[in-house]
């Protein structure tokens, strides 16, 4: 079989797509050197296709990004995990329109009776769920973005791509989406429930993490990874979905600063043993609800003006550990 090389899938490309091609290479070289060019041959015998991964190693593992050749024309395709889905859309208008636009159409899941990216004909049952900008937005579990026709004014912003999916290669165990994804859901969530709360005080002074959780340590890794900023105590302890928060980018919070939870509706579940499931899955299964029963998300501004639309409490009942998560409504 005839090996293929870098400068062969070059030389299939026109002026532009190989400049644009050079700077994501050099790019690639200098921010993430553990990944090359592999895979590398035309899908067509007039070789007039071609495709080149850029990997760890060949035919094995994630790819930073695919490279396609079209008659010349050089196309780029990323696969994005939950959390990189998250961080372009909290990000979205650091891109061109061209980008930015292309980029949403395959991100955004705008059906509800089939899977338009992957050709089913059933509503996806892995669909994300994100509160941006004071809005829920509906996603595809593992899009794929393809950008075609690529040329110099794009350099920028596929360069902004590639940092992005650098810090997004890994996904959670906890987050794997399969067969039994949303039996799991069911299964350590119960049923959704609708209920009132009235505005609840919290104490942000003097209390021991210790009497609602069995280790402080794991609560803390907990929260760090899921975004949950500290509010205070009541009954167990207080927490909130950050909104705005983007890995590397935003500060930690780790002080219980918040002394109010908001009087009103609430789709809400409670789990037992939850640092053993995904904070993730526990936000999306209840958002599935709440658009399924067609039901509005209600976000809040807390007293130091960030924006949230989720609150999750921490307690212990009879030796065991227990989630509260509370997706206020309107």
């Given at each position: 079989?005839?090996?293929?090389s870098?400068?062969?899938?070059?030389?299939?490309?026109n002026s532009?797509?190989?400049?644009?091609?050079t700077?994501?290479?050099?790019?690639?070289?200098?921010?993430?050197?553990?990944y090359?060019?592999?895979d590398?041959?035309?899908?067509d015998?007039?070789?007039?296709?071609?495709?080149l991964?850029?990997?760890?190693?060949?035919?094995?593992?994630?790819?930073?990004?695919?490279?396609?050749?079209?008659?010349?024309?050089?196309?780029?395709?990323?696969?994005?995990?939950?959390?990189m889905?998250?961080?372009?859309?909290?990000?979205?208008?650091?891109?061109?329109?061209?980008?930015?636009?292309t980029?949403?159409k395959?991100?955004?899941?705008?059906?509800n009776?089939?899977?338009?990216?992957?050709?089913?004909?059933?509503?996806?049952?892995?669909?994300?769920?994100?509160?941006?900008?004071?809005?829920?937005?509906?996603?595809?579990?593992?899009?794929?973005v393809?950008?075609?026709?690529l040329?110099?004014?794009d350099?920028?912003?596929?360069?902004?791509?590639?940092?992005m999916?650098?810090?997004?290669?890994v996904?959670?165990?906890?987050?794997?989406?399969?067969?039994l994804?949303t039996?799991?859901?069911?299964?350590?969530?119960?049923?959704?429930?609708?209920?009132?709360?009235?505005?609840i005080?919290?104490?942000?002074?003097?209390?021991?993490i210790?009497v609602?959780v069995?280790?402080?340590?794991r609560l803390?890794?907990?929260?760090n990874?899921?975004?949950?900023?500290?509010m205070?105590?009541?009954?167990?302890?207080?927490?909130?979905?950050?909104?705005d928060w983007?890995?590397?980018?935003?500060?930690?919070?780790?002080?219980?600063?918040?002394?109010?939870i908001?009087?009103g509706k609430?789709?809400?579940?409670?789990?037992?043993?939850?640092?053993?499931?995904?904070?993730?899955?526990?936000?999306?299964?209840?958002?599935?609800?709440?658009?399924?029963?067609k039901?509005?998300?209600?976000?809040f501004?807390?007293?130091?003006?960030?924006?949230t639309?989720?609150?999750a409490?921490?307690?212990?009942?009879?030796s065991?550990?227990?989630?509260?998560?509370?997706?206020?409504v309107?």
């Amino acid at each position: 079989m005839q090996e293929y090389s870098y400068n062969d899938f070059l030389n299939s490309l026109n002026s532009a797509g190989q400049l644009v091609l050079t700077a994501i290479n050099e790019h690639i070289n200098l921010s993430c050197p553990q990944y090359k060019p592999f895979d590398i041959k035309p899908t067509d015998k007039a070789e007039k296709e071609w495709r080149l991964f850029f990997r760890k190693k060949p035919k094995a593992g994630k790819a930073v990004c695919g490279v396609y050749s079209f008659n010349g024309k050089l196309s780029v395709r990323f696969c994005l995990l939950s959390s990189m889905t998250r961080e372009f859309l909290l990000r979205q208008n650091e891109f061109s329109d061209k980008i930015k636009n292309t980029a949403l159409k395959q991100i955004v899941c705008a059906v509800n009776k089939s899977c338009r990216n992957y050709g089913g004909n059933n509503i996806c049952e892995w669909r994300q769920f994100y509160w941006v900008n004071n809005r829920l937005i509906t996603a595809c579990p593992y899009p794929w973005v393809v950008l075609d026709d690529l040329n110099e004014q794009d350099i920028a912003d596929i360069k902004r791509l590639i940092n992005m999916q650098t810090k997004h290669m890994v996904q959670d165990s906890k987050e794997i989406k399969g067969v039994l994804y949303t039996e799991g859901n069911i299964q350590r969530c119960g049923k959704v429930k609708l209920v009132v709360l009235d505005e609840i005080a919290l104490d942000i002074d003097a209390f021991e993490i210790g009497v609602h959780v069995k280790k402080a340590e794991r609560l803390k890794k907990y929260s760090n990874l899921y975004n949950l900023i500290p509010m205070g105590e009541k009954d167990g302890l207080w927490f909130y979905l950050r909104s705005d928060w983007i890995y590397g980018v935003n500060s930690e919070k780790n002080e219980f600063s918040h002394d109010k939870i908001p009087n009103g509706k609430y789709a809400a579940i409670i789990a037992e043993d939850p640092f053993t499931f995904s904070f993730n899955r526990v936000w999306n299964y209840i958002c599935e609800y709440i658009q399924s029963n067609k039901e509005s998300v209600n976000g809040f501004i807390l007293n130091n003006n960030e924006n949230t639309a989720c609150f999750a409490k921490f307690f212990k009942e009879n030796s065991k550990e227990y989630m509260a998560v509370y997706v206020p409504v309107k």
